[in-house]
């Protein structure tokens, strides 16, 4: 199977994984259709397209108001879904926008789904967090389930949407819970998403960088490419005896690690260690790595770029494209969205 000429539908195709996987679908002759509306907070970027701006469709639409764009719908082989909010920081902070963007923006968007297009393939950008502390690792799918913040719980919701609609027959649907996910066109002028981002925007404006805890917890982060070669397979593959599947990197690094080889990639930078701060200390893991087997054995899929590798091409490309992500005059942003707190104006559906 070949995605040339196939309609395609991608949700949050102006954020980071979105946008890189549109790119590569329209490299592979896909028909693209994006759905996204740029809401504060949730890293769309128009300049993230910039490549393919112009074999792309765009529609500036929430995805819980797909009735407002059925005919895309009706029209997609394929619905790559990876609208959402990913700071657990802002969850805890704004609960329910976090609730309204990740599980009721969700479901009236898969129901939507379910009723234009039934039985329609659709990929969803689940996330690790939904586990929680781990009791074991690498951590596989039949970890329990006790996420530690919002997010996860809201994330989780939706997974389940995906998972229920599926099991009634009313939607062909595969959840991939990814890792730390890395690359292009990653925000960095919004906060709280997460260390990578905060990794990357201080080694590009010169600053150090701070670890919090002894720097000994363990992250596999996973490079953009690798992340959307997972969605590719699982988009065209045949419908899978488990529809939810973790996606990971393909090496445990320490965060001390990380931020070590960030900063000497940027030009030898200083790395320092502090005490967690108490907010962050709440919803912290610990360790944290992927048993990725499960992926392989369903897809053929494995990760190939080490995270050096990987770092070095993303440092490159943000240096050829800071004015599109990083406004110099305030490159540390403070935490919290001021302007939206409550109910962000960006969601447009009628029940709210």
């Not at 389940?160 to 066109?185: A, F, K």
Request: proline share 7%.
């Amino acid at each position: 199977m070949s995605y040339r000429n196939l309609r395609v539908l991608v949700t949050g195709g102006l954020g980071f994984i979105g946008s890189n996987l549109a790119i590569r679908l329209v490299e592979l002759g896909a028909r693209v259709t994006i759905v996204d509306p740029q809401m504060a907070g949730c890293g769309g970027n128009p300049h993230n397209i910039a490549p393919i701006c112009d074999r792309v469709e765009l529609i500036s639409r929430d995805a819980g108001d797909a009735d407002q764009f059925a005919g895309a719908i009706r029209e997609a082989k394929v619905i790559f879904n990876l609208a959402g909010e990913i700071s657990h920081i802002h969850s805890m902070e704004f609960p329910e926008r976090d609730m309204l963007i990740n599980a009721v923006s969700q479901l009236r968007f898969l129901q939507a789904c379910a009723r234009h297009n039934p039985g329609v393939r659709v990929v969803y950008a689940g996330t690790r967090q939904v586990y929680g502390k781990p009791d074991y690792l690498p951590m596989d799918e039949r970890h329990p389930l006790r996420p530690v913040d919002f997010n996860g719980v809201h994330k989780y919701a939706a997974n389940m949407y995906h998972d229920m609609l599926s099991r009634m027959g009313l939607l062909d649907g595969i959840v991939l819970r990814l890792t730390n996910v890395y690359g292009p066109r990653m925000s960095l002028s919004i906060p709280c998403q997460g260390f990578l981002s905060t990794f990357l925007r201080l080694v590009l404006t010169g600053k150090g960088l701070v670890v919090f805890g002894d720097g000994k917890q363990l992250r596999d982060p996973m490079f953009v490419d690798d992340a959307v070669k997972a969605f590719l397979l699982a988009g065209l593959a045949p419908t899978p005896p488990q529809r939810t599947i973790n996606a990971g990197g393909p090496r445990a690094l320490s965060l001390h690690q990380i931020a070590r080889i960030c900063a000497r990639l940027a030009g030898d930078l200083p790395v320092e260690l502090r005490p967690f701060p108490e907010d962050r200390a709440m919803i912290d893991i610990g360790s944290y790595f992927t048993d990725t087997s499960l992926l392989a054995e369903t897809f053929g899929w494995k990760p190939s770029v080490h995270f050096e590798d990987g770092m070095m091409t993303t440092l490159a490309y943000y240096r050829a494209e800071m004015s599109h992500y990083l406004d110099p005059s305030n490159p540390q942003p403070c935490c919290g969205l001021p302007e939206h707190k409550g109910i962000p104006h960006r969601l447009t559906y009628a029940a709210l």
